[in-house]
Nanobody
Framework: VQLQASGGGLVQAGGSLRLSCAAS????????MGWYRQPPGKQRELVAR???????DYIDSVKGRFTISRDNAKNTVYLQMNSLKPEDTAVYYC?????????????WGQGTQVTVSS
């Protein structure tokens, strides 16, 4: 699976951005897709995830502000980010997970920088 992410940028606090992640290759084998982020000097963390059945989950700090969605026809996942805060500043990475029993395989897109100014 290959992932192409886009949509990052610089925005003022309170603003919005939408990230996109287009998947290609063995897309039918993907069980879940998600967005991770890595703030400066910190570890990468899962921000939001959507499963093949459409279930979603989010970290607490973005609930009510971020929405993950997907367009199956385009094999694309989106992350709509509203009410952005300076602490959302990070490099955001798209992820696709395939469960290949008894383990799982992760594919990553290139990171896209999101910078929120105060």
């Amino acid at each position: 699976v290959q992932l192409q992410a886009s949509g990052g940028g610089l925005v003022q606090a309170g603003g919005s951005l939408r990230l996109s992640c287009a998947a290609s290759g063995s897309v039918n084998s993907i069980n879940a897709m998600g967005w991770y982020r890595q703030p400066p000097g910190k570890q990468r963390e899962l921000v939001a995830r959507i499963t093949s059945s459409g279930n979603t989950d989010y970290i607490d700090s973005v609930k009510g502000r971020f929405t993950i969605s997907r367009d199956n026809a385009k094999n694309t996942v989106y992350l709509q980010m509203n009410s952005l805060k300076p602490e959302d500043t990070a490099v955001y990475y798209c992820n696709a997970r395939r469960v290949v029993f008894p383990t799982s395989l992760d594919s990553w897109g290139q990171g896209t920088q999101v910078t929120v100014s105060s």
